[in-house]
């Protein structure tokens, strides 16, 4: 399952200790992220907001309230299709 380091790693070489727990991911010998260790579904991921880019970031302000609120002000059917397709499945 893919865990989130800051950007600024990426294609470095890091070091990762796994527990039962925890994943911890290393440069240097320093603690670069630490995340609880996930089980369960497949596809599940964890990123930490703060390892993204600040450009990045704001796409998180994209989720289904969002886009509901925009359907709402075109009218009542987009509102409908919209949230059809957004209660349909995960997204």
Do not use: C
């Not at 989130?4 to 727990?21: G, H, L, Q």
């Not at 995340?35 to 796409?59: A, F």
């Not at 609120?69 to 997204?91: C, F, H, M, P």
Request: charged share 30%; net charge positive; hydrophobic share 30%.
């Amino acid at each position: 399952m893919p865990y989130s380091i800051p950007y600024e790693y990426i294609r470095r070489k890091v070091d990762v200790r796994v527990t039962d727990k925890t994943i911890e991911v290393f440069y240097n010998q320093n603690r670069i992220a630490s995340h609880r260790r996930l089980y369960g579904r497949p596809g599940q991921y964890n990123t930490i907001v703060e390892h993204m880019p600040e450009d990045h970031q704001k796409n998180l302000e994209w989720n289904g309230d969002r886009f509901r609120r925009w359907a709402e002000q075109i009218g009542v059917n987009t509102y409908k299709a919209v949230d059809a397709i957004l209660t349909s499945r995960r997204v």
